[in-house]
């Protein structure tokens, strides 16, 4: 996982969900030292992942647009210092989000 050696594997310590919303929100305060984020299956519409103020990808050049995530596809390990470091916008309000904590 992220290049590490044997000696310096991080483990899952922590899972969850969230709500998704159609505006930028920010993923809840959980220290870590990888994070990987799944667009959960059942979802209509996609997700996005990216930082504060993260939009939907619509077609213009901008640098706002999330990692986009259809319904079932995620992240892989992403290093960040806490899952909060990251945000989440929706196409819809009821397309969701489970993640996987490693410390």
Not at 1 to 12: D, F, I, P, R
Not at 41 to 54: E, P, T
């Amino acid at each position: 996982m992220l290049g590490m050696n044997s000696s310096q594997y991080a483990k899952v310590a922590a899972s969850g969900e969230h709500a998704g919303s159609t505006s930028a929100d920010q993923l809840p305060d959980i220290t870590a030292k990888a994070v990987n984020i799944k667009a959960v299956l059942g979802n209509s519409g996609n997700v996005y992942v990216g930082f504060a103020g993260v939009t939907v990808v619509n077609g213009s050049t901008d640098v706002t647009s999330g990692w986009e995530l259809d319904a079932g596809e995620e992240t892989g390990w992403l290093p960040v210092g806490n899952l909060n470091e990251l945000y989440i916008i929706c196409d819809n309000a009821g397309d969701d989000i489970v993640y996987m904590i490693a410390r």
